[in-house]
């Protein structure tokens, strides 16, 4: 059975960093791109990353570009989202997705069907 398990997420001040990992479980993970995506109170979900299968193909959000770095380990089944310089409106519930089928690239969020519970993140002095 399918299943993705997000971890390190918390409380951070403004500046600060945090990486997030998603373990995933029951499929072969290497040929899924694999995506984060993040909600806050009262506003939409929001793709933030997403990487390829292989892992050479990545998006960000423009929000996020230049501050998280998303990479996977295929030999681990994990993808982790390293976040820097962290900013209030950073904080959000962050979930990892699985693509529904192999070979999808980008990040709609449409094209991603398994998710996560998800791991609270939240940024405040």
């Known amino acids: 059975q399918l299943q993705l398990v997000e971890s390190g997420g918390g409380l951070v001040q403004p500046g600060g960093s945090l990486r997030l990992s998603c373990a995933a479980s029951?499929?072969?993970?290497?040929?899924?791109?694999i995506g984060w995506f993040r909600q806050a109170p009262g506003k939409e979900r929001e793709g933030v990353s997403c990487?390829?299968?292989?892992?050479?193909?990545?998006n960000y959000a423009d929000s996020v570009k230049g501050r998280f770095t998303i990479s996977r380990d295929n030999a681990e089944n994990t993808v982790y989202l390293q976040m820097n310089s962290l900013k209030p409106e950073d904080t959000a519930v962050y979930y990892c997705?699985?693509?529904?089928?192999?070979?999808?690239?980008?990040?709609?969020?449409?094209?991603?069907?398994?998710w996560g519970q998800g791991t609270q993140v939240t940024v405040s002095s």
């Open positions: 990487i390829s299968g292989s892992g050479s193909m990545t």
């Open positions: 997705a699985a693509a529904r089928r192999a070979g999808v690239v980008g990040c709609r969020e449409a094209d991603f069907g398994s």
């Open positions: 029951g499929f072969t993970f290497r040929y899924y791109a």
